[in-house]
């Protein structure tokens, strides 16, 4: 797929965040080649008219000359793309951020691409600075809908374990968690060992838009069904799963009845 990059010049890098937990986001991308059908970052096509949601990305050309300012509190890279899409193997404005910033500053970084794992060598330069994989396990016909410009779920996992053997601070997203699509359990028994950290986020349906609904219900009318009728009780399951489950630290991630990050354990 030819992916459109249009070049901006951003006046800053690092955004106030109401996030809880994170103070600052940081986003050198806007938009994302990964294009998942369900991302609900695609709000941002309502102001920025490039086309269709995974058909562009827009890179902050000086975004690393942004990025040397030094800031408290913890930053959350990214929230509106993926930093290691891959437009980021030619462009390298992620690593060229990471290079950048004050090794001082609480980092946080989240992707769903093994070349997370070519930078390395810059995470162990931070002071503080945890690196997470998103991961649901997708295969087959599920993953071909649903996200299918994305790296595996087998190249998630390798990166994670790449991570972990250079001694890099790990945590895993489990989402979209969704019923009978995900099986959250089995991923919390590939990831012990893995990572300090879980986070499992149920998929919210009002933000992953019209179409992605539309081949849910085609899809998994069951999965539609649990998470249209029975919300509650498929967030009671995932959270008395997480507290049998040996992973040190876990919280669950709710967008209704509104947005809440629950402790677990």
Known sequence: MCVKVIEVYAKRLYTPTKIPGIRYTVNQYVGCEHACLYCYSKFVCRWKRYGEWG???????NAPQLAKKYVKGRVSMSTV??????????????Q???????????????TKSDLVARDIELFKKFERIE??????????????????????????IAALKALVDERVRTYAFISPAIPELVDVESLLMELRGLVEMVYVEVLNLRL?????????????????????????SYVKELIDGLKRSSIPHAKVVVHHPRFAVLDVC
Not at 208 to 227: C, E, N, T, V
Request: charged share 30%; hydrophobic share 35%.
């Open 96 to 110: 060229r951020v990471l290079e950048a910033m004050d090794k001082r500053i609480e980092l946080s970084v989240l």
């Open 131 to 156: 690196v997470g994989l998103t991961v649901n396990g997708f295969v087959d016909q599920v993953k071909k809908v649903f996200e299918s410009n994305s790296p595996s779920h087998s190249q998630r």
């Open 55 to 61: 058909t562009w990305v827009e890179a902050k050309v």
């Open 208 to 232: 992953s838009g019209s179409k992605f609904r539309a081949a849910l219900r085609q899809l998994a009318p069951k999965s539609y069904d649990i998470l249209t009728k029975h919300h509650q």
């Open 81 to 94: 793309s993926d930093p290691y899409q891959p437009v980021e193997k030619k462009l390298r404005l992620t």
